[in-house]
């Protein structure tokens, strides 16, 4: 089955995820936020966090699961460290205005963090280390998420792929921004496989028992491992400690699934880390630097000849700017979808 | 070959430690510092990372290539962010007293960051960790190091094992600590798998070529695989952007090898970035989180019916009581090494 795709300009696709949040509630302001965030995903090529997701977030607006209007609290606890109560709102709303918080934080005191509770699935990470780079600030940037890992040595999913990101600015060029879930393999490749009648690697998922497996319709029934083993889950369980436990917010098996209950608060945690790189040095100390660094990662003799090594990041924003000029790459049945969902009143 | 374990206190072995640094050129206090930090190593059964490393540091010291009389320049760039010069001394010294001005500098801001350039290996992460949560800090720590991974896709050793360490403290017991590198397996076992002319498991390691290997005697010539492929990869190289680039410090190829040029300084980088959990609720409150969340990661069904599925960190905890209870133990000739160390002057 191939999927028809249809290609339009950035700015017709932000009017467009704009005028969906607005049929939803969302002030123009919020909408135009969110919609920054969601779009960039789509430039960079991470469509299953982009716009594809307004269908299920503004299904939770309609159903009163998140707050279209919602009313974001920013509480200094020290010049450094804010913690923001999002009260519901749709994610990338919450996680752009968190971003730019703890940006106006650190502009005092050089390092600031943000923690959020009562927040939604945020999309991904890469947009807010992107808008963050492009103002200087260096970023560690994590959240909690629905459950879909077990503890290591677990048959139960109790644990979130927890997404956790970074980034570093260039200011003569793009950041260097790394995005990664906790898992080895998405689902979603489990489920082409099972489809197709394939195997999977050995070391992506277990089936219901917690038993390594390689055949892909046991897996589907079992549990995503961690990428690394147990360095994955370490990882996925010290960003449900930070993101989750220290803002606030729901973590574990506390976390309620926008899925299974999409008309409830998720209470979802962030963590916002940024660093003020002007106060380390001026713009010229860091091109050069960065320059140097990227050179000698560039330069590294490849394992297949002609092959690139490249840094996290550099697929995404060639990504960009190719979408940028030709313009963004849409499944059709998606843009019907997000057409009649813009049109639609709550 | 079975190796000869000696046991003795723990006071024992710090004042062993500290008589060795002592021998070598540092005062009595900073002696102490480095020690608490390599015995820490012991206790959590980190051996590869504990007083066996006094071994390198006094060859160096005694070269010339680790100051052992270092003056820390502590530079706050801003009320939050801190860039330390290390002056070429003794890693751990360093860390001890760089996680100890990052904590000074947040009880007044909240958070802290504090970036560190002209060092040496430090140790592991999880001492670090361990004191600050002791403190009532969460952490993210993180240091660069010599090289031994290849970037990805590449098949030459541009990159270091940069470990990178979590904590967050528990005021009624134990922190939860994840301290980690960023390779599959150690070297180490990759040696033993060769002598015992066994195979490795595919993944942990390449070729000279850069090829996927299962042979240990062609991994030992090639390179170290990162945990999560491309994701381990990415977490070293931001680990390196953020504790080499950004300190000031070197990174990538310009890291100096402690192994081929003993005599000459590093210019190792750190990152330390401390939380005070005490401006986001009191002790009740921390308390009672933690002790769900630890609840429910221990109460998830074991994939093994009556192994136990635990917290990162609870294994090493378990070892220091054990090994304050009765003993550390030490290979006997390493405890004859350094006691030859102790009574050298240099």
Redesign the interface.
Known sequence: MTQEISRLPVSELTALSISVLEAHGLSAVDAKDASEILVLADLFGLSTHGVSRLVSYTDRLRLGGINAEPNLKVDA?????L?IDADNGVGPLVGARAVRAAIKA?E??????A?VHGSNHFGPVAPYCYLAAQAGF?T?IASNATLSI???????T?LGNNPIG?G?PRPDGDP?I?D?ALS?AARAKIRSAAKAGESIPM?WA?DA???PTSNAAEALKGFLLP?????????A??V???AG??S?AS????VSSWQDNPDQPQNLGHFF?V???K???DSDWLIE??S??SA??HD?????PG??????GEREFMRMKAQIAEGVDIPSDLLHELGTLANRRT
């Open positions: 606890l020290a010049p450094a460290l913690r650190a005092q005191t050089g390092v600031a963090l923690l260096a560690i077990t503890p290591w040595g677990g048959k139960e109790r970074f570093v260097v790394l990664m080895v070391g277990t028992e917690g038993r990428v690394g083993g147990h360095k994955g889950y370490g990882l369980i010290m449900d400690l930070f436990l220290l606030g973590y574990l098996t506390r880390l660093v003020d790189t106060r380390l040095g630097r960065m140097d660094f000698i990662v590294t003799q490849p394992a297949v092959s690139a090594v490249q840094l996290p």
